[in-house]
């Protein structure tokens, strides 16, 4: 997988590597149109000729160093038996959570369409090219598990989570078991590595984080490793800001995501040289383009040349966002090649 | 004004004040009172008799230590002559914005009834509470007038900070300019302080936060001091994370609030000494009660000792907060009064 493989080692090198979170999505004309052939849009997830599809669309396009696995976050609570649905221009919407009705015995079969996605992709993909495999953190999928929807600050499951820890506690290990069985089934079928994605992360409290971002997360990665044990792991914690380094270090991570709160040079010396860095372009600036966009190309670059990173936008490239905006920027990441 | 006074100079006590960010407001029966007999809200806004009557509600129920004055943020567009409606549950609803008809000689006069309402409130207010006056900063209320509505992460004002810099930076000069007017009447009425929420400055990234969230604050305080050398500043810059120590320094705060996101330990290692912290429990522990109540009280209480510390919560209170979780906080916070 190329130069994901050793940036994820630990190693610099002169020209990043570049992918964009959510990079297969609504901002191409090729995706929209695959995903007017799909029925929903959990549909488009569970068929692996389609989603394996829009999956390599982005690399066929840009050349980016790495293809995501079309998927969601919420496809694991479907898969434990949560009603899941997405409704045009409202987001996920899911029904009553019942907590003892939830079967985990039944997540890996629910979700064998997705680990073929992955062999699908693996084998479309070309031999330097990093397939990564995914999940939604513990914490930011049981958020929307708990309010059923998407909320401006997850009060529901902060609200939990601090009034009945316990009972919260058996949602998170049974979200942390899912995720492993998850993860393992995208290993198996072919991922090269895997990013666990906690959205939510930057709500909670010192207390809280500690609970419910890092210790699942710790968990996910030392169970993967005890399985795999060179498999790399991307842990992205939004809002972690100050919290970051030790989010690195704690989760046992290969690589963090950071989000573009976090000034570079202070993320540089946040996290261990040995970890490497995912990130952190305001998405708005790929939006703005022109100007806007190449001095935060260059900014992004500068501060983190010199120890490994993986160049990437702070959080998901939008609808809204010109295709020749990201052209642009995978010229001038790839501008230094060879220098 | 007592505590205040002493910790804002920067010393040290035992018992840090405490007064807690909105607590004028949905969550007190007598606020909910007082809120019917005036029409609109920006009515209540503009009615020193109501407006002064809620301001000293909670502290003669809670005893707090300093009153904040009762009124909101966009009364600056609104005194600059742009269309501004409260709307029941759907919040603040902007007229369209034209940069060239606003007109800010007119901020002091229309704003002129928010200065009795200072006057009436320190008036009814004993001489050991501080009154607080306030103003939204630059930023955060530019975003509003942008959008026209609060939106998830304020792209229509980042896009157009980033596509239009030098007409954006017009907005910004325009609204530092009022900022400065409305922030003297008040301190003239008898404010013994005031507070710069920028509650959206955490969206943005580096260049942008420092041009956008730190600049304009510093002018700011810089002109207020040119006219009362002696004015105590509290800058809130909710997301500043990582960033908070520079933002007090540069911008010259006596006091910076901090949100909940940064854990109290690393608040202390990036603000100077010199300067005061105010904050930082999560407002959900409020809205739970019981243990996590106490517990985040505790922490916030131990982690801050030894340093100037203002108690407040990391945010605003919510509607939903049960008012004898604020009788347990205050009773909890002063427990060691004497100790």
Redesign the interface.
């Known amino acids: 997988m190329g130069k994901m493989r050793q940036v994820l080692a630990g190693e610099t090198i002169a020209v990043p590597p570049i992918w964009i979170m959510r990079q297969a999505g609504r901002y191409l004309p090729e995706y929209r149109k695959v995903r007017k052939q799909a029925g929903s849009f959990l549909d488009l997830c569970y068929n692996p000729e389609l989603a394996s599809e829009v999956t390599l669309q982005p690399i066929r396009r840009f050349d980016f160093d790495a293809a995501i696995l079309f998927s969601d976050i919420l496809v694991i609570p479907d898969a434990l038996g949560q009603q899941v649905d997405f409704e045009e221009g409202r987001g996920p919407v899911l029904g009553p959570l019942d907590l003892e009705s939830l079967d985990k015995a039944a997540v890996r079969s629910h979700l064998a369409p997705v680990f073929e996605t992955v062999t699908r992709v693996r084998a479309g993909l070309a031999g330097d090219k990093a397939l990564l495999g995914f999940c939604g953190a513990p914490w930011t999928v049981a958020t929307y598990m708990i309010a059923g929807h998407g909320t ?1 600050d997850q ?1 529901p499951a ?2 939990s989570a ?2 009945d820890p316990d009972r919260f506690q058996v949602l998170i290990d049974l979200l942390v078991d899912a995720s492993v069985d998850y993860l393992l089934g995208q290993l198996e079928a072919g991922a090269d590595a895997v990013q666990i994605f906690d959205t939510w992360a ?7 984080f500690q609970r419910w971002a890092v210790d699942p997360v710790r968990r996910i990665v030392d169970r993967l490793r005890a399985v795999r044990p060179q498999t790399p792991v991307i842990a992205f914690a939004k ?1 972690a ?3 970051i380094g030790d989010y690195a270090t704690a989760t046992g991570a290969n690589c963090v995501g950071v989000d ?5 040079a ?1 993320a540089c010396d ?1 996290v261990d040289d040995s970890i490497a860095i995912q990130g952190n ?2 998405p ?2 790929l ?2 383009g ?1 100007e ?1 966009l190449d ?2 190309v260059d ?1 992004v670059l500068e501060a983190f040349a010199g120890r490994p990173h993986i160049f990437n936008l ?1 959080h998901g490239i939008t609808p809204d966002t010109p295709i020749e905006h990201v052209e642009r920027l995978v010229a001038r990441v790839r501008g230094r090649e060879g220098n």
């Open positions: 401006p009060g902060r609200r601090l009034g930057g709500i909670l409290d010192e207390e809280q809002g800001g100050v919290r573009w709160s976090v000034p570079p202070m946040l372009m305001d708005m600036r939006i703005v022109g806007a001095r935060g900014r702070g």
